[in-house]
């Protein structure tokens, strides 16, 4: 097993050293400088292996951490005087949301079928290796942060122990369970819409348990830790013992799910954008005195309605259910009354973060390149300015009318938690609504602004292009920073009303003067 455990990682390696010097050409500023013979230098190639072995290590490093430093930060704020027991409670309740939803086993990704289907590699073996470097590397990483912020709260060390076992053998669990339920079902089970959204919607429910004062005790978090060992040991034994993988992954590796996968995680934009036999029928009376490119707009949003405007009524669901829950702390503490009513009048800029997690710009722009640009931007005319300026204000209309649905629920609510906490003047509440339409407007605006200047995608609506990973980056570390600005909420709503209204206008004149340049296929 040690033996594909290396050849395993030596593919990985590989693969992402090729992947860096691709990147690398693709730069303009070396697109000339590199040839085709970047890929036999033997030299460069060892040089990548160290830059991208220590990049892995570093990024695994820092993911790991940020993402216990968000629970830290979280906890901390919000409940300053039970924070290590609510620490406890999110921490235990994530780690089952992963346990049912970050899953690996399965992961029908390239380097599986490469190895597998072509180079001939032993299914079970690999599949073992993969399973042992999985957990032997996530046990490293979390062990030094369960143990790190244990120590900056002063937790017993058994309960930092508890909570690294707990981590460690639940994966196994999650694995075999998702295997049992493939064989059973033939389809990963979360796949499936309708279990996937109930699971994660109960598990954020009862994570949310610590508003109400109610927290999973550290007792019963050790008394379920104790059972989670064991049958996580009977999980390990049952995937380390099964020898079938190969059929598993011929079914997963068939041409169908190559091509247009359904359960792989490296595929899932196809499935998000994949538009349904039912979806294709579309009303008559919708298309009546419509003719070119508004026609055409209709079309395309008629048939991707669904799509489109389903992840943003389940976030429009879930933001209702915070706000319900905002509404009766507000109601019922005073303390939280007073806190929420300091968000709303000073510290506006959070709600640029949860705008740019909320607005459902990036998925619409998939559905798009997916299941309509790639082919049309194979036809001149398609890409000639004034097409593509009418297009753009077209799809910048029905993309805004999709977001305004969560946005009206976060600009309402925030109008309704300003009423109940009785601390509120007409202006603030007119304002701080506003800014909720116009924030969605901006990145509606945005992502198809960088769409159309970058357009990132290849036919397989996979992100080639660096550029728009550091655009996308840069959005999210800028709205972060907002986080940190400390204004009166009517300033700061004035303030992003005009920069919307300046940034549209910038955008309708770029895509105008560059988009027939770059919208297209490389």
Known sequence: MINYLTKSLEFDIAYMVNSFLYVLRGLPILKDLLTDDIYKSGILKKIANIVIIVFFILRSLFLKFFYFFIIFVGCYELFPNTFIKTYFHIYFILTIIGFFINNKLLNSSKKKYFSINLFRVNANKMAKADLLWNQLSNLVLNSIC??????????????????????????????????????????????????YITVLVTLIAIGALPFIGVYISLKLIMIITVIVI??????????????????????LFSIVNIMNPKNDKDYLRQAMVEVKEKDKKIDNKKLIGKKGYTLFNTIFFERHKEILIRSAKKYSLILLGLYLLGGYLVLTDLKYSEAISSLLHNNLGWFVVIMYF??????????????????????????????????????????????????????????????????YNVLIIITTFLFIIFLSVFFSVHYLVIYYLLQPFNKNLEVKKISYSFVTLITYMVSYMMTNVTMNSITFSLLGLLFTAIYIILALYLVYRFAPKTFRLD
């Not at 709260?153 to 909570?163: A, G, K, T």
């Not at 076992?165 to 999650?174: A, D, H, N, Q």
């Open 146 to 195: 369960i143990l790190f912020f244990g120590y900056l709260i002063n937790s017993p060390i058994i309960y930092s122990l508890v909570l690294i076992l707990f981590t460690f053998f639940i994966r196994f669990i999650g694995e075999a369970l998702n295997i049992i339920f493939y064989k059973k079902y033939h389809y990963i089970w979360y796949s499936n819409t309708k279990y």
């Open 358 to 423: 909320v607005n459902r710009g990036a998925i619409i722009t998939q559905a798009m390149f997916f299941n309509c640009d790639h082919a049309m931007l194979n036809y001149n005319f398609y890409r000639k300015p004034e097409n593509l300026l009418g297009l753009f204000k077209k799809r910048l209309l029905t993309v805004s009318k999709v977001n305004l649905l969560p946005a009206l629920v976060i600009g309402l609510g925030n109008v309704i938690l300003l009423i109940l906490s009785n601390d």
């Open 230 to 251: 064991i049958i996580g040991i009977i999980s390990a034994n049952y995937l380390f013992k099964a020898n079938d993988y190969k059929l598993i992954y011929q079914k």
